[in-house]
């Protein structure tokens, strides 16, 4: 058994923290399986609603949610998805959120249309473009902001993006913060014989290689197929795997998913298919599961409730560092 305790509100400001609103959700661990073949579809989701992060982010939260255990998404802790979304021009002001705390874990934010300006505690700035990726290790301790560029906020357009939060294993979540800044041109693409294209962020794809530094073994994949296309994967078969259709009509296992639909794969096979019933955009995250308590809560994500206390008072006596500025 694995405790999990979720707050749903994650981006919370470090001042706002309190301990009176914790929620408590206890899942079960499904029995290992070591089975050779295609995987089923274990479970297909939907979003339940939207909610802005600060002014700048209009997301969903697939999970952390009761209907997605925490041991079956494992190593990844929390999407927030943001689809295509218009801003109109912003003459002066900036959109997004403030600073805020992080620690025990990576956060992995994808652009796919937009711009999203970054800037921490460790030193690091940058800016997350169509086709780019940001992988920060929060580690023992970050703050940072996250903010739509200015001139995208000035031009106005469209935003579409997605954050993850990747776990880290009690060993390494005392790591040093760190930042990979992962432009378009750093990820290595793979044509698909069916059409269509994988662009390979973290883990392998035939003979790619993602260009993301994981603590564990992780494998992120963006991908586009035609009508018709399909996305044969190979993977172990205790790596918990699931694809996020952002756009089109995608079938596996039988099953079909749309625009806006999750689903989750059984850890009943050592590979995976995807076929498009239609053009379709697909990220498909994969990971091999940590076994470990998690208890998260707010902005941190750590293996029990005294690191939480721990962290709130680190936070609070300035062991994250100073603000820049
Ligand atoms: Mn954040």
Same mark, same amino acid.
């Given at each position: 058994?694995?405790?999990?305790?979720?707050?749903?509100?994650?981006?919370?400001?470090?001042?706002?923290?309190? +301990?009176? %609103?914790?929620?408590?959700?206890? =899942?079960?661990?499904?029995? @290992?399986? $070591?089975? &050779?073949?295609?995987?089923? #579809?274990?479970?297909?989701?939907?979003?339940?609603?939207?909610?802005?992060?600060?002014?700048?982010?209009?997301?969903?939260?697939?999970?952390?949610?009761?209907?997605?255990?925490?041991?079956?998404?494992?190593?990844?802790?929390?999407?927030?998805?943001?689809?295509?979304?218009?801003?109109?021009?912003?003459?002066?002001?900036?959109?997004?959120?403030?600073?805020?705390?992080?620690?025990?874990?990576?956060?992995?934010?994808?652009?796919?249309?937009?711009?999203?300006?970054?800037?921490?505690?460790?030193?690091?700035?940058?800016?997350?473009?169509?086709?780019?990726?940001?992988?920060?290790?929060?580690?023992?301790?970050?703050?940072?902001?996250?903010?739509?560029?200015?001139?995208?906020?000035?031009?106005?357009?469209?935003?579409?993006?997605?954050?993850?939060?990747?776990? +880290?294993? %009690?060993?390494?979540?005392?790591? =040093?913060?760190?930042?990979? @800044?992962? $432009?378009? &041109?750093?990820?290595?693409? #793979?044509?698909?014989?069916?059409?269509?294209?994988?662009?390979?962020?973290?883990?392998?794809?035939?003979?790619?290689?993602?260009?993301?530094?994981?603590?564990?073994?992780?494998?992120?994949?963006?991908?586009?197929?035609?009508?018709?296309?399909?996305?044969?994967?190979?993977?172990?078969?205790?790596?918990?795997?699931?694809?996020?259709?952002?756009?089109?009509?995608?079938?596996?296992?039988?099953?079909?998913?749309?625009?806006?639909?999750?689903?989750?794969?059984?850890?009943?096979?050592?590979?995976?298919?995807?076929?498009?019933?239609?053009?379709?955009?697909?990220?498909?995250?994969?990971?091999?599961?940590?076994?470990?308590?998690?208890?998260?809560?707010?902005?941190?994500?750590?293996?029990?409730?005294?690191?939480?206390?721990?962290?709130?008072?680190?936070?609070?006596?300035?062991?994250?560092?100073?603000?820049?500025?």
């Amino acid at each position: 058994m694995i405790p999990v305790i979720t707050l749903p509100a994650v981006f919370r400001p470090a001042g706002a923290i309190t +301990l009176t %609103s914790m929620k408590t959700q206890v =899942a079960t661990r499904p029995a @290992p399986q $070591t089975t &050779a073949g295609l995987r089923s #579809v274990e479970s297909i989701h939907r979003s339940t609603g939207f909610h802005w992060v600060g002014d700048g982010f209009h997301v969903s939260t697939y999970f952390p949610s009761a209907g997605l255990p925490a041991e079956r998404v494992s190593p990844f802790v929390l999407m927030d998805y943001g689809p295509p979304k218009e801003f109109a021009p912003l003459a002066r002001g900036k959109r997004g959120v403030g600073w805020h705390p992080h620690r025990g874990f990576e956060t992995v934010t994808l652009a796919w249309e937009g711009a999203v300006a970054h800037q921490d505690n460790a030193g690091h700035a940058g800016v997350i473009g169509p086709g780019d990726v940001q992988w920060m290790t929060a580690g023992r301790g970050i703050f940072h902001e996250e903010y739509h560029e200015d001139r995208f906020t000035r031009a106005g357009g469209r935003m579409h993006m997605m954050q993850l939060w990747v776990n +880290l294993p %009690s060993k390494d979540k005392a790591a =040093a913060p760190a930042y990979q @800044p992962i $432009t378009a &041109a750093d990820i290595p693409r #793979v044509a698909l014989a069916g059409g269509g294209e994988v662009r390979v962020i973290a883990g392998a794809y035939e003979d790619a290689r993602g260009p993301a530094h994981t603590f564990t073994p992780i494998t992120m994949l963006d991908v586009r197929l035609p009508a018709g296309g399909k996305l044969p994967l190979a993977l172990p078969a205790n790596h918990n795997a699931l694809a996020v259709v952002t756009k089109g009509n995608v079938g596996a296992g039988g099953e079909s998913a749309r625009t806006g639909e999750l689903i989750l794969f059984a850890n009943d096979g050592d590979r995976l298919a995807l076929s498009a019933n239609e053009e379709s955009h697909v990220v498909l995250l994969a990971g091999a599961p940590l076994d470990e308590p998690i208890v998260q809560y707010g902005p941190f994500v750590m293996n029990t409730f005294d690191e939480i206390r721990q962290a709130i008072a680190d936070v609070e006596t300035g062991k994250f560092g100073p603000l820049p500025g």
